[in-house]
Each structure stands twice: as structure tokens, then as C-alpha cells.
């Protein structure tokens, strides 16, 4: 650069005085521009168009964690099977084209009428059926969700133990022959979080591997995802590309865990760069994220999950959006609603972060961004 | 028609400043290993008293000697932060593994305290004493020889995840959480600052610097703030030429310029005005700027590239 400029004076010494004049406008334009203005021009027009909306969200009938929970788990059971499926309209409006079904069951009893245990005492009698059918109408798709079928705190047991493995694969039966004909149905959820440390433990890549198996026997062309933890311990190398290739998986939605505070807000997106590098690599899943749109009211795990700031949560989808395919939350319910809804359930700030994203999502789609 | 030109000339050479300010330092770029690796995932870099250079990775800590790099250690470790105390011992805070000290005997690595886990800062105050931030378990405090656990009075922080900490000129330790900045006054009691009661654009604080001039550095994902003999000011990307909001870290050099690292490149600071370096107008390795160190006349960002230094022209 220095070398250039000194030549350029050297040029423009030697030039007639009309020539001298124009050329150094030209040229002191022009200098102004490539210095601050176009480079910051060209980094924002790139980075808008990096930027992607939230395309899906995980959804529940119930929170493992009644202290998580504290905001929507006591008003659930009492929703109606309008006030369900006004939820899913909800999240439709909002451009939310994916649902991830976090459980099916959950300490020993369904969420569904099923044949394999006893079902949860809910106002509506079958919301699963409720949610499926409003997503029909609504053309979102949903991963079901194969699972808990034993104690969900103990990974471990879930992944290992053959009753619960048998359990969980007559529940895949029962759920596909009762549900598979939703158009909405698109694939399996297997909510058993498997933590990465490092890589893909051996353990994972076999429960992953069995279950797709069992989900592509049932419905071939089901489209099946997992969301494991542990995402900034990964190490995004070549024995990570050979465990993506042994995984028979189609989407991995990583955790940003910004909300559990393993990391913050404008740091995530280092390791979904890296964790890009590997997938493209090995060619295989998909490499979506998790993002976690809540805080704690205290301590984190033992306390409430609350809607996190949206300037936190824009700073997230900046963060990450350039190295995923989509974008899922966790989670709407509980976390969002919008103004006047029919079925309101989570904490009253929800309603704040609904409008904070829905004014900057439809601004979004004013511009033509997405 | 000299004269007019001489003129046109003074006046490109103005229009050119920036560029020319930018060609100040000299940059050289440095890699622990030569390719995408979490080795090159830079978190901390210090120097010791003999001015040997040791830098903290995402995948263990490593050692400058003899113009190559070689591990020194930890090698299966996440290395959060690196802090060399009063008497030249080596710490390093790490996720998942808690902390460790570096023996100055035979060189080994030994765990310091099994009570944290998740580190996410050490500092050392004149005391030597040591105030470790922790991700889930909040501050813990260890005598800086026995290592054992201190008891301290009256202190209430903000949340249980410490992000930073620094102690200023009077002594008074300054708690950087997701729920504000806590200060700490030696025994009498403590204060919480948050967007309710200052002028701090939001409560989640990623960092915290204390410099010469006895001023408080206040990085935050909205911008920097900076408090000085009570008066608080906001620097952001409306007020100020900053490139980012989201402060990473910050630290001083020995002309007294403030140096802020952010998620899109380095800004510099002399009293008067903010400049900025990022991958759109300077050698920097990449934007991701997440330590700076300033030692003898060069600057050392590590980001999550490399490292990239900067020497005075």
C-alpha cells in the first residue's frame, strides 16, 4: 500500500495542472471511500445477508423440571385442544416452519393414549393429536420425539438399558401407526442428550445409529435429528469428520448454551465455524443450531427459565447464522407469546420478547433479508 | 503551479491520515500450529518476569522457545486463562478441569483447588491472593502460598457466574457477573451496578481492566464503559468508532493507549479518539480479538485464529 502511494505521487507530479487537479479528485474520492465507508458498506451488506430468522422452535407438553418450568408447567394440563393448536398457529405466524417435540412421555406416563403406559391427566385428551393436525393445516414440519420412556435425568440408563431400548422402540411403533400419516410428521427427535466431550463418544454413535434404524424401517423417508450439549468442547478435527461419517443422523441442532452460561453471547459462533468445517467435510448431517433464548431467575438449572434480553438473543443469531443451515429455540412455549393470545403460558416478560423479535423478524422480511 | 500542487498534495495526505496511522505498527502474524486447529484457538498469553512467553489454547498451553512453539503442558485441556502470580508461577484456569499450578521444580501440572470446576477468570491481588471466577460456583478466594480457601466478609455479588475480576487502586475488587459489576470494599461491605443504577447498557459483563490512570474499564455485549472518580462514560458504535459492542477484553500499553478487543477486530484509544483495526483494514489474523497482552513494545492479540502482533513502527 505505502509502495503504491508513492508511486501514485510520482505519477501525478509529472502531470499537466487540468489533469493533476481532476485525477487527485478522482482519486481523493475514491481514497475516502475504499478506506472507511465501502469497507464498512460491504461488511454490513454481508453480514445482513448472513443473518437468518428463527426458523423452528422445540416444543413441549410438559418441562422435565417443574423449577425450570415454573412459568407454563401448572397451566398446560388445562390447555384445550383449541388453545394447542392456537399455540401452533402462534408459531406459524411468526415464520416458524419447524417443530421439535421434546417427549412423548415422562415419568411413566404419555402424552397420548397409548397401550404402553398410563397418559397424563390433561383437559385435552390426545394433544399430540391437537398439534400434528394444526401442523398439518399450517404446513409445519415436526420432529416427533422417540422418548423418555424411563427416568429422563439419567442419560445414561436411557441409552443403555435394554427394557427402556424395547419400550422405546414398541413406542416408536405405536407412535408411527397412530401419527405417521400427518403430513407434519416429518421425522424422529431422540431427545436423550448425548454430551460431546471432545468428539462423538462410541456410546452415542450406537443409541443414534439403533434408533435411526428402527425411525427408517418405520417411516423411510423421515428426516431424523439430534441436539447434543458439550458444543464448545468439541474439537473440530479429522477424528470428529470420522465420527460424523458413523453417524446415521440427518440434522444435528447443537446447543449454543448460551442460556446455561457455558458460554456468552458473541462467543458461540466460533465453535458452530469450526463444527461447519468438519460437516462440510464429512459430508453427511445437516448443522443447524440450538439456540437458547432463556435465562435463569436464579441459579442456573435450579431455578426458572425466563426470556432472555432480545438484544442477547439477536447477538446469538448474528453469532451463529453464518455457519448453520437454520435456526431452532429453545424454546417458544414458555418464552414467547404473542400479545392477546388465547393461550398464554410462561413468564408475563414473554410477551415483550415476542414483540421484540416479531417487529425485528418482520422488519427482516420488509427489507427483503429473508 | 508547484505551490498548487504541494497544496492538492498536503491535502491527500489529510484525506489519507487514517491509512497512514494504520501503517504505525508493523504486524506479524503467528500460528501455534499451521492449520485450523483449537491450538490456534488463543484464550490468554503472558509473559514472565524473564520475559519468557506462555499462551493458553483451547487445546493446552504452550511455550515460545528458541523461535519455536512447543506444548507445555495440559495438552487435553481447555485452557480459559493463564496468570502468572507475584512470584512468577504459572496458573492456568481451565473448563472442566478446574485449576492448575505449574511446579517450578520439575514442571508438572498440578491441580490447584478441586472446589472449581468451570474457570473463567484468575486474578492475583497485591496480596497475592487469588480470586477465581467461577462459571457455576461463583468467586472463590485461596491464599496465594497455602492455597486454602479465604473466608470473605461481606461480600454479596450479583449472580453465581463470575465473569471477571480486577482490584482498582484503593484496593476495592471489582466482580464482573451476568447480573452487573459487584464492588467489593475490603471488609466494610459491597455495591451492585446495573442498568437500574448506572449508566451500564446492560447486565451481562464479559470483562474488566483497571489502567494507569486509576480508570475502571467496563466491557459488556453493548459497549465499554468507563468509570472514573465517579463519573461513568459509554463508549459504543453511535458515540464512538468502536467496531463492535461486544467487548472480548481489554489492556493498556506502555504509552497509556487503551486497547479493546472485540468481536470484529481491535480498537485502539489515546485519550482522544478510537481507532480500529479488523481484517477490512489491517493484517489482523482474524476479528475475533479475545486477549491482549501489551509487553515491552509490542502489542499480542490472541484470537481465535492466531495471534497477531503488533510492533511500533
Known amino acids: 500500500m505505502i509502495i503504491f502511494q508513492d508511486n501514485f505521487i510520482f505519477i501525478l507530479w509529472y502531470m499537466d495542472r487540468r489533469k493533476f487537479i481532476k485525477t487527485c479528485g478522482l482519486v481523493s474520492t475514491s481514497l475516502l471511500l475504499s478506506n472507511d465507508v465501502l469497507a464498512n458498506r460491504i461488511q454490513t451488506t454481508e453480514r445482513k445477508h448472513l443473518v437468518k430468522p428463527i426458523i423452528g422452535s422445540w416444543f413441549e407438553f410438559l418441562h422435565g423440571s417443574d423449577a425450570e418450568g415454573k412459568y407454563w408447567n401448572s397451566v398446560l394440563p388445562g390447555f384445550s385442544e383449541m388453545q394447542w393448536r392456537a399455540k401452533i398457529r402462534e408459531m406459524s405466524d411468526m415464520g416458524m416452519r419447524y417443530l421439535v417435540l421434546m417427549a412423548v412421555a415422562n415419568n411413566g406416563k404419555t402424552f397420548y393414549p397409548s397401550t404402553l403406559q398410563p397418559q397424563y391427566d390433561y383437559v385435552c385428551s390426545d394433544p399430540l393429536e391437537a398439534v400434528l393436525s394444526e401442523a398439518d393445516l399450517c404446513g409445519i414440519k415436526f420432529f416427533v420425539s422417540n422418548d423418555f420412556w424411563g427416568n429422563s435425568d439419567d442419560t445414561y440408563k436411557m441409552m443403555t438399558d435394554k427394557d427402556i431400548g424395547a419400550l422405546r422402540e414398541k413406542a416408536m411403533v405405536e407412535i408411527a401407526e397412530k401419527y405417521g400419516h400427518h403430513q407434519s410428521f416429518y421425522g424422529w427427535y431422540y431427545p436423550n442428550e448425548s454430551g460431546l466431550w471432545n468428539t462423538i463418544d462410541d456410546l452415542t454413535l450406537s443409541y443414534v445409529n439403533n434408533c435411526s434404524r428402527i425411525a427408517r424401517q418405520l417411516m423411510p423417508k423421515s428426516v431424523n435429528l439430534i441436539a447434543p450439549y458439550g458444543t464448545k468442547s468439541v474439537r473440530a478435527d479429522d477424528e470428529y469428520v470420522r465420527k460424523l461419517e458413523q453417524l446415521d443422523i440427518d440434522i444435528i441442532a447443537y446447543q449454543d448454551e448460551v442460556g446455561v452460561k457455558k458460554t456468552r453471547a458473541g462467543y458461540a459462533g466460533k465453535y458452530f465455524e469450526g463444527l461447519c468445517l468438519v460437516h462440510k467435510k464429512a459430508g453427511r448431517a445437516k448443522i443447524w443450531a440450538d439456540m437458547e433464548i432463556f435465562g435463569f431467575e436464579g441459579d442456573v438449572y435450579k431455578s426458572a427459565l425466563i426470556p432472555a434480553d432480545f438484544n442477547r438473543i439477536q447477538k446469538q443469531i448474528e453469532d451463529v447464522s453464518p455457519f448453520v443451515d437454520n435456526i431452532l429455540i429453545y424454546q417458544y412455549l414458555g418464552l414467547m407469546n404473542k400479545p392477546g393470545t388465547t393461550a398464554f403460558a410462561g413468564h408475563p416478560d414473554s410477551v415483550h420478547l415476542y414483540e421484540a423479535y416479531d417487529h425485528w423478524y418482520r422488519q427482516g422480511l420488509k427489507n427483503k433479508l429473508w | ?313
Open chain 2, 1 to 313: 503551479m508547484v505551490k498548487l500542487h504541494i497544496k492538492i498534495l498536503f491535502f491527500i495526505l489529510l484525506l489519507y491520515a487514517p491509512t497512514i496511522m494504520s501503517a504505525q505498527y508493523r504486524w506479524r502474524n503467528v500460528l501455534i500450529t499451521d492449520s485450523l486447529s483449537p491450538q490456534n484457538d488463543i484464550s490468554a498469553i503472558v509473559f514472565a518476569k524473564n520475559g519468557g512467553m506462555w499462551v493458553g489454547t483451547w487445546k493446552g498451553i504452550y511455550k515460545f522457545v528458541d523461535g519455536q512453539w512447543s506444548s507445555d503442558g495440559l495438552e487435553n485441556n481447555y485452557i480459559q486463562t493463564l496468570v502468572i502470580d507475584h512470584n512468577d508461577n504459572l496458573l492456568a484456569g481451565t473448563w472442566g478441569n478446574g485449576i492448575f499450578l505449574k511446579s517450578t521444580s520439575n514442571g508438572s501440572w498440578n491441580v490447584l483447588n478441586n472446589k472449581v470446576s468451570n474457570v473463567n477468570c484468575i486474578y492475583v491481588d497485591k496480596e497475592d491472593k487469588l480470586w477465581i471466577g467461577d462459571c457455576y460456583n461463583g468467586l472463590i478466594v485461596l491464599d496465594g502460598k497455602t492455597h486454602t480457601k479465604q473466608k470473605v466478609d461481606k461480600l454479596c455479588i450479583g449472580d453465581s457466574t463470575v465473569t471477571s475480576v480486577v482490584s482498582d487502586f484503593d484496593g476495592n475488587v471489582w466482580i464482573a457477573t451476568y447480573h452487573g459489576v459487584s464492588v467489593y470494599y475490603r471488609n466494610v461491605g459491597s455495591k451492585t451496578f446495573n442498568i437500574s443504577n448506572s449508566i451500564l447498557p446492560t447486565n451481562d459483563i464479559y470483562t474488566l481492566y483497571v489502567d494507569s490512570k486509576k480508570r475502571v474499564w467496563i466491557g459488556t455485549m453493548k459497549g465499554l464503559v468507563c468509570y472514573c472518580h465517579d463519573k461513568w462514560m459509554l463508549y459504543n458504535t453511535n458515540n464512538a468508532s468502536l467496531s463492535s459492542n461486544l467487548i472480548y477484553c481489554i489492556s493498556e500499553d506502555h504509552k497509556g493507549n487503551i486497547w479493546v478487543g472485540t468481536d470484529n477486530g481491535v480498537n485502539r484509544f489515546d485519550g482522544k479518539r478510537w481507532i480500529y483495526y479488523n481484517k477490512s483494514n489491517s493484517s489482523l489474523v482474524d476479528n475475533r480479538v479475545q486477549t491482549i497482552t501489551a509487553f515491552r513494545h509490542c502489542i499480542y492479540l490472541g484470537t481465535s485464529q492466531g495471534i497477531s502482533e503488533l510492533y511500533e513502527n
